[in-house]
């Protein structure tokens, strides 16, 4: 098993440097990743300042030598998939092949989601997924979807890590469409239930989706809450804790304070 906190680029102290030195507390602490929110405006709040996770993410990538980076989760039908291929690719060079592609459909108050219904963002995302998986081969890719089309685009900048960047797939486990969009990739941080009634996450989900995957070599399941070692025997392979924004103070506290093995 292995630990990691994902937080917001939101507020003092979340911004760039901030997110920097953050990581770096992290990696010196014990913790084996750091995760970032990706989003615009915070919940649809823009009271507080929202920092862009791309660019923090490659702050944190120069300030650390161990932990993986990553965003859990891109709203992949907000972005542009040849950016974020390209980006990704980037990232993965400067943290030395530590950085999470983590994909979701968005979250529906995000003032910048186009305004389509989750099943048109549904598929957004995986055809998104699809040309950025065919960008990172660093071959000329042809591609033709329903909302993205690629004429002989070519990427040449190939990922350090192989056979690529791992992609981990959130949304709400009790979704099938989104089960089925989990096993044909390399991990998920899904939760379950919805954001409105939210569940807890069970060691028996755990399995059941590992029997669905299959095979589980390479294949990273992201969970948080409960306890980290029932989770471990039942397959998961990270546990994660969330910090909300918070005073400088208290997030540097909890982070110092190192994962629950400790």
Same mark, same amino acid.
């Given at each position: #098993?292995? =630990?990691?906190?994902?937080?917001?680029?939101?507020?003092?102290?979340?911004?760039?440097?901030?997110?920097?030195?953050?990581?770096?507390? %992290? @990696?010196?602490?014990?913790?084996?990743?750091?995760?970032?929110?990706? =989003?615009?405006? =915070?919940?649809?709040?823009?009271?507080?300042?929202?920092? /862009?996770?791309?660019?923090?993410?490659?702050? #944190?990538?120069?300030?650390?030598?161990?932990?993986?980076?990553?965003?859990?989760?891109?709203?992949?039908?907000?972005?542009?998939?040849?950016?974020?291929?390209?980006?990704?690719?980037?990232?993965?060079?400067?943290?030395?092949?530590?950085?999470?592609?983590?994909?979701?459909?968005?979250?529906?108050?995000?003032?910048?989601?186009?305004?389509?219904?989750? +099943?048109?963002?549904? @598929? #957004?995302?995986?055809? *998104?997924?699809?040309?950025?998986?065919?960008?990172?081969?660093?071959a000329p890719v042809t591609f033709t979807g329903k909302h993205y089309q690629v004429d002989g685009a070519q990427l040449t900048a190939r990922p350090v890590?192989?056979? +690529?960047?791992?992609?981990?797939?959130?949304?709400?486990?009790?979704?099938?469409?989104?089960?089925?969009?989990?096993?044909?990739?390399?991990?998920?941080?899904?939760?379950?239930?919805?954001? /409105?009634?939210?569940?807890?996450?069970?060691? /028996?989900?755990?399995?059941?989706?590992?029997?669905?995957?299959?095979?589980?070599?390479?294949? /990273?399941?992201?969970?948080?809450?409960?306890?980290? %070692? %029932?989770?471990?025997?039942?397959?998961?392979?990270?546990? *994660?804790?969330?910090?909300?924004?918070?005073?400088?103070?208290?997030?540097?506290?909890?982070?110092?304070?190192?994962?629950?093995?400790?």
């Open positions: #098993m292995r =630990y990691s906190v994902t937080v917001g680029a939101v507020g003092a102290g979340r911004d760039p440097r901030g997110l920097a030195e953050l990581a770096r507390v %992290a @990696e010196d602490s014990g913790w084996d990743g750091m995760f970032l929110e990706d =989003y615009l405006v =915070y919940q649809g709040d823009a009271s507080e300042p929202t920092w /862009d996770p791309w660019v923090c993410l490659a702050a #944190m990538a120069v300030a650390t030598s161990r932990i993986r980076i990553g965003t859990t989760v891109t709203p992949l039908p907000r972005r542009s998939p040849w950016t974020v291929a390209a980006e990704a690719v980037a990232l993965d060079h400067l943290s030395g092949g530590r950085f999470v592609l983590g994909v979701g459909i968005g979250d529906p108050g995000d003032p910048f989601m186009p305004r389509q219904p989750p +099943r048109v963002l549904a @598929e #957004m995302l995986d055809e *998104g997924l699809e040309v950025i998986d065919r960008l990172w081969s660093g890590q192989e056979p +690529r960047i791992p992609v981990w797939v959130g949304g709400n486990l009790l979704v099938p469409a989104v089960r089925r969009r989990i096993v044909r990739w390399d991990g998920t941080c899904a939760y379950k239930g919805s954001t /409105d009634a939210p569940q807890q996450l069970t060691p /028996d989900d755990v399995r059941r989706l590992l029997a669905e995957r299959g095979e589980v070599d390479g294949f /990273d399941v992201k969970v948080s809450g409960g306890d980290p %070692a %029932a989770f471990a025997d039942a397959g998961a392979t990270w546990w *994660g804790r969330w910090i909300p924004p918070l005073p400088v103070a208290e997030t540097v506290a909890i982070v110092r304070g190192g994962p629950p093995r400790r």
